[in-house]
């Protein structure tokens, strides 16, 4: 391994340790498990909306991997959801025409949950940025300001909105 290889992977393991305010938009509580660290699985819970557990209504601290399974998690269903509402409402404009017919259109009419524009719609509501950098000395090393496109929805959503590593700021009211 090259030192350069061996540099970029422990920054890339310091980078997962970062923790990550995020925000669940739902009125219910997702349950996530912790179990990378520690022999033992944990529950973390992140509040509905209108719940404070003490970092404000909806939000939980989290670190990145967390974060991202639950931003990802939480888009894709967002994202389900608005298209099951929509299928319903064509569905009931097909109503008329035979089963058949309903059927082929209905599988032209897919669920994307990679869908661009929603992403970046809905990311910068759910991740809030970063609260505290595991080992801040380190991170300055390797900045790479080209912005590929990788295939996943959440990498690539976050990329091109600077919110992957964009620091929290509070609301001042």
Same mark, same amino acid.
């Given at each position: 391994m090259?030192? +350069?290889?061996?540099?970029?992977?422990?920054?890339?393991?310091?980078?997962? +340790?970062?923790?990550i305010k995020v925000h669940n938009t739902t009125g219910k509580d997702i349950i996530i498990w912790h179990d990378k660290l520690g022999p033992e699985r944990r529950k973390v819970v992140i509040p509905g909306n209108n719940k404070d557990i003490g970092k404000g209504k909806g939000n939980a601290d989290l670190p990145r991997y967390l974060a991202q399974r639950f931003t990802k998690k939480l888009i894709e269903q967002i994202i389900t959801k608005k298209s099951d509402e929509a299928w319903a409402e064509r569905k009931k404009e097909l109503r008329m025409l035979p089963k058949a017919e309903m059927l082929s259109i209905a599988e032209t009419e897919p669920i994307r949950t990679n869908d661009v524009k929603s992403w970046d719609e809905l990311l910068p509501k759910i991740w809030l940025g970063v609260v505290e950098k595991y080992d801040e000395d380190i991170s300055d090393e390797f900045e790479d300001e080209s912005v590929s496109m990788t295939g996943n929805s959440l990498s690539d959503a976050m990329e091109n909105a600077g919110l992957a590593d964009k620091p929290y700021e509070e609301e001042k009211i």
């Open positions: 090259s030192d +350069l290889t061996r540099d970029d992977a422990r920054e890339r393991r310091m980078r997962s +340790l970062d923790i």
